[in-house]
């Protein structure tokens, strides 16, 4: 009997440490239960999903975004006739704009009237773009460079010719104003240097932009070349869309970079895929490839095979 007792004080503590803890800890506890579940009965109930943070630079609404989630999840449950995911205020799967070096990259090409592709044919013309700018900025940093050497010659001469003049308790007025001509002059030519200068920056800017893209295709469509070197400071390693995390402290769908609002779409129903708990697929028209270099908004017969299989429908 005192046996009995004891294994049942045991186990009633147990069950009330077991509380307590998801009690203390529920928004973890509540989110290890919600991936459990979505692990093994998976489509059985909708993934919730909430609007982190939104970087302004993409000009984008909370509402305008909320409407490319809605559009990219109907791709998948569209097929199925079964709702995959649901928005929440506190859903526990983060989505967040993220601005940095690729959107960046993305916007100065565009300036150029270079829409972005992940094809090979992209590639081809962005290098022929690239070898042309290169030309341009080689060309430009030796006319600087010509510039600065003439300034520092002129300026050694000027300011000789002032310590001679100032030794000899001030220069003639025909002289002095020569004098102060010269110093325009080369007030003049630093200004050009400065002007100079600022334009070859925005030109690396642009070499920079491209060879990020460069980099980022040759990873992609597993080229066998050498990667580019941005000149000056690197912008990143990788330039990936969309990133899908699942870890200790939860699950988030970061999207860097897209073209218009279709690859945004395709982007958004790409990671939400991995949320599902979809791994990539070797068709490149599918959603599920690794690249998003699609046109197409809706799901491939191997898309649609990947869905059924994980859902359980024949």
């Given at each position: 009997m005192k046996s009995f007792w004891v294994k049942f004080f045991i186990s009633i503590t147990a069950i009330l440490l077991l509380f307590g803890f998801g009690y203390f800890n529920r928004d973890s506890f509540s989110r290890t239960v919600q991936d459990l579940l979505n692990r093994f009965q998976p489509c059985q109930r909708p993934i919730m999903y909430s609007i982190a943070s939104i970087d302004p630079r993409f000009g984008l609404t909370k509402e305008?975004?909320?409407?490319?989630?809605?559009?990219?999840?109907?791709?998948w449950e569209s097929q199925i006739n079964k709702q995959l995911f649901e928005y929440s205020p506190t859903g526990d799967l983060k989505i967040n704009l993220i601005y940095d070096y690729r959107q960046k990259a993305t916007e100065e090409l565009q300036k150029l009237g270079i829409v972005i592709h992940d094809d090979k044919a992209t590639y081809e013309a962005l290098q022929a773009r690239y070898d042309s700018f290169v030309a341009s900025y080689d060309k430009k940093k030796a006319y600087i460079a010509d510039l600065i050497e003439s300034y520092?010659?002129?300026k050694s001469l000027y300011e000789k010719d002032v310590k001679y003049w100032n030794s000899r308790g001030g220069a003639p007025k025909k002289e002095y104003d020569a004098l102060e001509q010269r110093r325009i002059d080369l007030d003049n030519q630093i200004a050009l240097i400065n002007q100079s200068q600022g334009s070859l920056n925005e030109l690396a800017g642009i070499i920079n932009s491209i060879v990020t893209v460069l980099n980022k295709l040759i990873t992609g469509l597993n080229?066998?070349?050498?990667?580019?070197?941005?000149?000056?400071?690197?912008?990143?390693k990788e330039f990936s869309e969309g990133e899908y995390i699942s870890d200790a402290n939860g699950t988030t769908i970061n999207i860097f970079q897209f073209n218009d609002k279709d690859s945004l779409v395709?982007?958004?129903?790409?990671?939400?895929?991995?949320?599902l708990g979809l791994e990539h697929l070797d068709n490149p028209e599918a959603i599920m490839y690794r690249l998003n270099e699609g046109t197409n908004e809706n799901l491939t017969l191997d898309d649609i095979a990947v869905l059924k299989n994980l859902c359980g429908i024949e």
């Open positions: 305008e975004l909320l409407g490319d989630i809605m559009q990219a999840e109907k791709i520092e010659k002129t080229l066998q070349v050498n990667t580019y070197n941005t000149i000056g400071a690197s912008t990143g395709r982007v958004l129903a790409h990671e939400l895929g991995h949320a």
